[in-house]
């Protein structure tokens, strides 16, 4: 057996990773469980008497050269605002006037724009995007939560690439970006930076109910100062925390990570997403080995009963989803570390997403193993970003998420 066996699958998984990473968002599409043509992502920013609402929209499987124009012709804008997510009165609305001037390309198939809110009165309200495909009458929607804005500088602020005039939507940029943290009202203030090298934790199973202790300070490698508007290059990787205010609690966070990333090549850190489906036992012998590679080849050989070909499949499977976590869901810490990269891993996609303003539900349907599953996720407040989520653990899923993991072992990976 060659030593090569997986790292030869994850070359050829690479490319497709590139090609799939670029189409996928962060978790925000509302018909992300159908595979809705349109992906959208947003950030909202203060803009004092207005609220700026930042859309960025990749067109699945189309790689048009003018993806603008196309886009014009067939499809039409609008949106409406309401109080919550599940109200239907409708406070406002409007169809927007999408031109080559209002719709910017920023890639194959990509394409971004902005709108001003004028605030409103309410203490919440949520604006709901849809886009109408004007040939068959197909609707995506995409709703963005309006937010009292305090004037806090994490809602003023946003981080943005030097080509860019548009914010980053991830909380991960790479060793390689020249970026730059402004407002809209181009004020500049100090800010002090703190960077964090803590190796975050996986996430604990659905059925650790008990929890577990969790660090509650973090040990800074490194703290420095820096203007906003100004340019910079941050080439050591981590956990980078931005504050105008040293008493304040919150501010802007991100992750800086190296190019391969959210794809994994290097053999430890293959290792480690495998947590979610391997005993004790296997994760000793894989993380203590002299010979990583010939470790793994034997580990993903001997779960496929040493077939190749199923090995393969399951390898090329596995690593996509974890691709794709580290794409959907990074946060503070990589994407397959957090409960909603561990259950995508394991589960894939969710067939549906219900969505409030304090927690999304995500509903597994037609599998063999179960009729029906919900895995709720609550948001919950952190000082790094805004959309942190947990999973509602519950003892009850382990006759659920045991099966689903052995079809993992045994080479089942068509769900």
């Known amino acids: 057996m060659k030593n090569i066996f997986v790292f030869a699958m994850l070359l050829l998984l690479g490319a497709c990773a590139r090609r799939s990473g670029e189409r996928t968002s962060q978790q925000q599409d509302e018909n992300f469980g159908n595979e809705a043509p349109l992906i959208f992502q947003s950030k909202v920013l203060d803009n004092d008497s207005t609220s700026r609402v930042y859309v960025t929209i990749e067109w699945r499987r189309i790689y048009d050269e003018q993806p603008v124009q196309r886009f014009i012709k067939e ?7 309401t109080p919550d997510y599940t109200s239907k009165e409708v406070i406002a609305s409007r169809t927007l006037a999408v031109t080559e001037q209002t719709l910017q390309k920023t890639g ?25 495909d004007t040939r068959t009458g197909q609707r995506v929607t995409h709703m963005v939560a ?3 804005m305090s004037g806090k500088f994490h809602e003023k602020y946003a981080v943005f690439k030097s080509n860019s005039e548009f914010p980053g939507m991830k909380t ?47 040990q800074v490698d490194t703290m420095f100062t820096l203007p906003t508007n100004a340019l910079f290059v941050l080439a050591a990787p981590g956990l980078y925390f931005f504050r105008e205010d040293t008493n304040a609690v919150n501010g802007i966070g991100m992750l800086i990570v190296d190019k391969r990333f959210p794809r994994m090549t290097r053999p430890d850190d293959l290792v480690k997403p495998l947590i979610y489906i391997s005993t004790n036992n296997e ?21 496929a009963g040493n077939n190749e070909s199923k090995a393969r499949r399951t390898i090329r499977a596995y690593y996509r989803r974890v691709a794709q976590a580290n794409q959907q869901f990074t946060t503070y810490k ?3 570390k957090t ?13 549906q997403i219900t969505r409030t303003r304090e927690k999304e539900v995500w509903t597994y349907t037609q599998n063999a193993n179960f009729s029906e599953i919900n895995f709720t996720f609550v948001k919950r407040p952190n000082q790094f970003v805004d959309d942190h989520y947990e999973l509602m653990r519950y003892v009850e899923y382990e006759p659920i998420w045991y099966p689903t993991v052995e079809e993992w072992r ?3 990976v068509e769900r």
């Open 334 to 336: 990589e994407g397959w």
């Open 108 to 132: 194959p198939g990509s394409m971004a724009f902005h709108l001003d809110v004028v605030k409103l009165t309410l203490p919440n309200a949520v604006l709901t995007l849809h886009a109408t």
């Open 339 to 351: 409960d909603m990269g561990m259950v995508h891993i394991v589960f894939g996609k969710p067939d």
């Open 283 to 303: 994760i000793k012998e894989l993380v203590s080995t002299q010979a990583p590679k010939r470790t793994l080849d034997t580990y993903w050989l001997r779960l």
């Open 410 to 412: 045994t080479g089942i």
């Open 172 to 218: 991960y940029f790479y060793q390689q970006d020249t970026l730059q943290i402004k407002s809209l009202n181009g004020v500049r203030k100090q800010m002090t930076v703190y960077r964090y090298t803590h190796n975050f934790d996986p996430a604990l199973s659905p059925m650790a109910t008990a929890g577990k202790n969790v660090t509650k300070t973090l």
């Open 146 to 148: 309006l937010k009292p």
């Open 75 to 81: 499809f039409s804008l609008g949106y409406i605002i």
